[in-house]
């Protein structure tokens, strides 16, 4: 990824531990990532009509700010820090489809 001198020392472009946290949409994000590990655990086959069900009838607000949480997470998964380079990609992967479960 991209890196900048910020403070004396090297923070990734995507580094923000500052960000402030909104939690009206916890339950929504918290639904969502169960939904990822569940698709890593078991396929994301088994787990498909189950998303449909929790996420499909969502209001459009919710489902932006689910969206954006999981895309926050998505693009700040760092390797090797976080995991090994495989499972973050299969962790990525979860992700996208989630995302694309909860935008169709």
Not at 27 to 47: F, K, M, Q, W
Not at 62 to 91: H, I, N
């Amino acid at each position: 990824g991209k890196w900048r001198i910020q403070g004396g020392g090297m923070r990734s472009e995507l580094a923000d531990p500052g960000a402030p946290s909104d939690e009206r949409f916890l339950e929504d994000v918290s639904t969502a990532l169960r939904h990822v590990s569940n698709a890593l655990i078991n396929g994301h086959e088994s787990c498909a009509a189950a998303l449909k069900a929790d996420l499909a009838d969502a209001p459009k607000a919710r489902k932006e700010a689910v969206l954006e949480c999981l895309d926050y997470l998505r693009l700040r998964v760092s390797v090797p820090r976080d995991m090994s380079y495989p499972a973050a990609r299969q962790l990525r992967a979860h992700i996208q489809w989630v995302m694309d479960a909860v935008q169709a």
